[in-house]
T-cell receptor, first 114, second 116 residues
């Protein structure tokens, strides 16, 4: 049973528009969430994170929203740029249980068209 | 500062052969992870080290996979013998987290293994 799900394998948006990537989780023990970005032939790179005590975290063009009651988080990229084209992974971890272990979703491939 | 270093970047072997991957984490990072990433999927944890100690190896197929982290720095992941289903990208990551802290991991570029 997959505990972290990214139900959209791919997303295509026009340059300058908003990209919204979604992630759902099932384990209520998760209390820290991260987004990673991955280019081909490279390892994932940390992008932004959010603790369960918050519902929003913003870093430049990237904002992550957390809805704990729905066990749902989303990553917003505004405005989207062609260089944002990559695979985005959502990950979740629990500080109280097996601290340090992150569970990853299967990723969403974002394509930003010029 | 250098990132996580992995070698080799690519490896092609025949089934039943042994293979080993090497990882050098970011200097000062006490936690090291090995992940396997199958095509179209996210990374799956194989083993996690806190310094020299393997604190989570529940997902490591111990009949054919082994890992070590001597002196709490570099690490080696070995498969013997390799099977066709082992074809994947093997990622190493490290973090400087302490107990209870957040878990931002820094990944290496991975080793792409192809078993023929």
């Amino acid at each position: 049973d997959q505990q972290v799900k990214q139900n959209s394998p791919s997303l295509s948006v026009q340059e300058g528009r908003i990209s919204i990537l979604n992630c759902d989780y099932t384990n209520s023990m998760f209390d820290y969430f991260l987004w990673y970005k991955k280019y081909p032939a490279e390892g994932p790179t940390f992008l932004i994170s959010i603790s369960s005590i918050k519902d929003k975290n913003e870093d430049g063009r990237f904002t992550v929203f957390l809805n704990k009651s729905a066990k749902h988080l989303s990553l917003h990229i505004v405005p989207s740029q062609p260089g944002d084209s990559a695979v985005y992974f959502c990950a979740a971890s629990g500080s109280n249980t097996n601290a340090g272990k992150s569970t990853f979703g299967d990723g969403t491939t974002l394509t930003v068209k010029p | 500062e250098a990132g996580v270093v992995q070698s080799p970047r690519y490896k092609i072997i025949e089934k039943k052969q042994p293979v080993a991957f090497w990882c050098n984490p970011i200097s000062g990072h006490n936690t090291l992870y090995w992940y396997r990433q199958n095509l179209g999927q996210g990374p799956e944890l194989l083993i996690r080290y806190e310094n020299e100690e393997a604190v989570d190896d529940s997902q490591l197929p111990k009949d054919r996979f082994s890992a070590e982290r001597l002196k709490g720095v570099d690490s080696t992941l070995k498969i013997q013998p390799a099977e066709l289903g082992d074809s994947a990208v093997y990622l190493c990551a490290s973090s400087s987290q302490g107990r209870g802290s957040t878990d931002t991991q820094y990944f290496g570029p991975g080793t792409r293994l192809t078993v023929l």
